[in-house]
């Protein structure tokens, strides 16, 4: 990461940047990250949603609060990409209402989302680390992942030389 920041820089680096800070106990450099990677994007939620969940002392719940009702405005009027969901589980859980989360992350999986690594380590989510739907919801990202799988190495457009060449896992 240290030596991506050096490039032109992106705002995912210094989530992501902030994402290990949180993992390292560190929430002065994560709360330090997040307003780099909302300097460079001020006008996208995603970062602003992170400065906001993660201010000084505690969550802005009054933003959040705002925040949640934004994106499921915007839900309801057409959006349909599962980051919406993923953002708004994150709103969720800074306002300390893991049942919404786990809604939001349940609708997340349903537009698509299938990043289960990424639920499993990432700080944000661990907060729903124990629950039993979070386990649901990774098993149903499998799930659908492996249905994924199977349908491509079942088409026919599938060339066998592809197989031969790289080992599948079922």
Do not use: C
């Not at 906001?52 to 934004?70: C, F």
């Not at 499998?142 to 896992?169: T, Y």
């Amino acid at each position: 990461v240290a030596e991506a920041i050096l490039r032109p820089p992106h705002p995912e680096l210094f989530i992501l940047e902030g994402e290990l800070a949180l993992l390292r106990g560190e929430e002065s450099k994560a709360r330090g990250a997040f307003a780099r990677a909302h300097d460079l994007r001020p006008h996208t939620s995603w970062p602003e949603t992170l400065v906001h969940r993660y201010a000084e002392d505690s969550p802005d719940t009054v933003w959040l609060k705002g925040q949640a009702i934004e994106i499921k405005t915007a839900i309801e009027a057409g959006e349909s990409s599962p980051e919406a969901n993923i953002e708004l589980a994150v709103v969720a859980l800074g306002q300390g209402l893991k049942v919404e989360a786990m809604d939001a992350l349940d609708a997340a999986i349903t537009a698509g989302y299938l990043d289960r690594a990424y639920l499993q380590v990432s700080p944000l989510f661990k907060p729903l680390a124990d629950e039993p739907r979070f386990a649901a919801a990774i098993d149903r990202i499998s799930q659908n992942v492996a249905r994924e799988r199977a349908i491509v190495l079942a088409a026919d457009w599938l060339p066998a030389d592809l197989l031969s060449a790289v080992k599948v896992s079922p």
